[in-house]
């Protein structure tokens, strides 16, 4: 494994220990990217749930500058290899009539040859990994295959940021609920009301104290806990 790979890994394990937020991974492995493919300078785009395209990280701003003219206008590599979940490059700017906003934009600020490698997720497309070069001509096999590397890293971070965040929600919700049965309890026992007249009592406070009902539960635990 180069060097460059080896420290597009410990960006990920980085993450996965939570020692990088997922904005600054994605940026790293955007930095990542450009030399370990010979680019110059590299974006990010992902989708979001209702297919729209936004450059989520880059190594250099006019990156995102660039990549506006293919939002803008519909067209481009990068959307051309979310869209087909293959490799695009584009060889030559000057000559690109696939493109043509993109290319001008491209042309625009020096860049004269990309190269858009697909992030998959199983058989569904989140985005792409854009590398943008000074020079012209094609993108050689090693470039490609570590581009497509580093995207398929990339996708593993943002998938494990959704699983993350999934689970600290369910956690968070288990733990809620657990705190609400309590008060319950506690509500039963002072009053010998029912259970569910025990949760009619403890939404009705929160309702009219405009207060969370975890908070409620909370508070009323607590109090019994330390009179206890």
Same mark, same amino acid.
């Given at each position: ?6 420290? &597009? *890994? ?31 300078? &590299? ?24 990549? %506006? &003219?293919?939002? *803008? ?6 959307? %051309? ?7 695009? /490059? ?6 690109? %009539? ?5 290319? /001008? ?39 490609? /295959? ?12 943002? /998938? ?6 999934? &689970?600290?929600?369910?956690?968070? *919700? ?42 409620? *539960?909370? %508070? ?9």
């Amino acid at each position: 494994m180069s060097d460059h790979l080896a420290r &597009a *890994a410990r960006v990920v394990h980085q993450f996965t220990a939570r020692g990088l937020g997922l904005g600054d991974a994605l940026t790293e492995l955007c930095e990542v990217s450009v030399p370990a493919t010979g680019a110059d300078m &590299a974006g990010m785009t992902l989708t979001d749930e209702y297919g729209r395209a936004r450059t989520r990280a880059f190594t250099k701003h006019m990156v995102t500058d660039i990549e %506006e &003219a293919q939002y *803008a206008s519909g067209r481009g590599p990068c959307l %051309e290899a979310a869209r087909t979940h293959a490799a695009c /490059e584009m060889q030559n700017a000057a000559g690109e %009539e696939r493109w043509p906003e993109f290319a /001008e934009r491209a042309a625009g600020y020096g860049i004269c040859s990309t190269l858009s490698v697909p992030m998959l997720l199983g058989d569904r497309s989140v985005g792409a990994l854009n590398l943008y070069r000074h020079a012209d001509g094609p993108w050689d096999q090693t470039s490609a /295959e570590n581009a497509q590397l580093i995207a398929d890293l990339s996708v593993a971070v943002a /998938e494990f940021s959704q699983v993350s965040a999934l &689970a600290d929600n369910l956690s968070k *919700a288990l733990e809620s609920r657990g705190v609400i049965e309590q008060a319950k309890g506690v509500v039963m026992a002072t009053t010998g009301v029912d259970a569910d007249s025990a949760f009619g009592v403890l939404r009705q406070q929160s309702q009219s104290e405009n207060r969370k009902l975890r908070e409620i *539960a909370e %508070e009323l635990v607590g109090r019994q806990r330390r009179e206890q």
